[in-house]
């Protein structure tokens, strides 16, 4: 059975950076595209950022320039350092994995979720 367990989020003032992290086990973590979204309260969980394999990243255009996603394959742990934090960016950070990549990142194509790590920005 395919599990995520996200760690790292917290509270930083903007301006400063956050690394979340995302222990993967279950499956070979390879041949899965894997992905971070967020849920701000009120709003919709968004997507944020995906991978396919290393060096094969997407990103929306918000955190584009600010965020890296990345993962280890041996480690079978996905990464996003997220730098130049914004209050906008607060919310409940998941990583979601699925079969084959997609893009655009929609939720409900994802298969497996984390329980998520919160992370708060205050200016």
């Known amino acids: 059975q395919v599990q995520l367990v996200e760690s790292g989020g917290g509270s930083v003032q903007a301006g400063g950076s956050l690394r979340l992290s995302c222990a993967a086990s279950?499956?070979?973590?390879?041949?899965?595209?894997m992905a971070w979204f967020r849920q701000a309260p009120g709003k919709e969980r968004e997507g944020v950022a995906r991978i396919r394999s290393p060096g094969y990243a997407t990103y929306v255009d918000f955190v584009q320039g600010r965020f890296t996603i990345s993962r280890d394959n041996a480690k079978n742990t996905l990464y996003l350092q997220m730098n130049s934090l914004k209050p906008e960016d607060t919310g409940m950070y998941y990583c979601?994995?699925?079969?084959?990549?997609?893009?655009?990142?929609?939720?409900?194509?994802?298969?497996?979720w984390g329980q998520g790590t919160q992370v708060t920005v205050f200016s």
């Open positions: 979601a994995a699925r079969y084959g990549c997609t893009w655009p990142l929609y939720a409900a194509d994802y298969s497996y």
């Open positions: 279950g499956y070979t973590s390879s041949t899965y595209c």
